[in-house]
């Protein structure tokens, strides 16, 4: 299911690219940071609530055609989850590279929506908050083990052009169609997929 997702959601996006081309297309690039909410999606579940941390990267939009382009960024983002029960949090740090369509409507001021796939990469796995005492629980004593990351993010925007600058804000919900931790028979988990809310400023300079 969730790869068919996936399939579906590159589909769209070169379905949407073959539009009319623009005159002069547009190039920008520029600097995005913000706050982000993760949790892990566990199967059997555990009790939990959003870990707030950050992310912080660099972006690069190219427009060729008329209401539909391209982004790609490299960013640095935290993730995790904080447990309800047991007061324990972990944060997982990432570099990730999402390559998204970007639809808007409008000319100097516009509303977009980004969709399409990010890989990410863990450099970091840190727990931030432990008050239980000897824990045997599977999530708060095994390191993660896939580094590795993979799934689909897709969000709404605004954006103000400013000359050749712009500047923007967009909510973005990233889901993984991969796991943390192994997920064969003989493991605990059968599913730990990140799950992760952003809210995102960012300055971009047109530069064609």
């Not at 382009?69 to 490299?74: I, R, S, Y």
């Not at 990432?94 to 998204?100: I, K, N, Q, W």
């Not at 993984?176 to 064969?184: E, Q, V």
Request: proline share 2%; hydrophobic share 40%.
């Amino acid at each position: 299911m969730y790869k068919g997702l996936l399939f579906f959601f590159i589909f769209i996006s070169t379905s949407l690219l073959a539009q009319v081309r623009l005159e002069n297309p547009e190039m920008y690039i520029g600097a995005t940071g913000g706050a982000t909410g993760s949790m892990v999606s566990f199967s059997p579940t555990v009790k939990q609530g959003y870990l707030l941390g950050t992310n912080a990267g660099i972006v690069f939009r190219y427009i060729a055609e008329k209401n539909v382009g391209m982004q790609a960024e490299l960013n640095f983002s935290q993730r995790g989850w904080n447990e309800r029960d047991s007061v324990f949090s972990r944060q997982l740090t990432y570099v990730e590279l999402p390559f998204m369509t970007h639809i808007y409507i409008g000319t100097k001021n516009r509303v977009f929506i980004n969709f399409g796939p990010k890989v990410s990469y863990l450099i970091s796995d840190k727990v931030t908050k432990n008050r239980t005492t000897a824990s045997t629980l599977v999530q708060e004593t095994t390191a993660v083990q896939n580094r590795i990351d993979y799934g689909i993010c897709g969000g709404l925007g605004v954006l103000f052009k400013i000359n050749k600058n712009i500047l923007q804000l967009d909510t973005r919900v990233y889901y993984s169609l991969s796991d943390i931790y192994s997920n064969d028979k003989r493991d605990y988990f059968a599913n730990s997929n990140n799950l992760t809310l952003s809210l995102n400023l960012a300055w971009l300079i047109q530069v064609k």
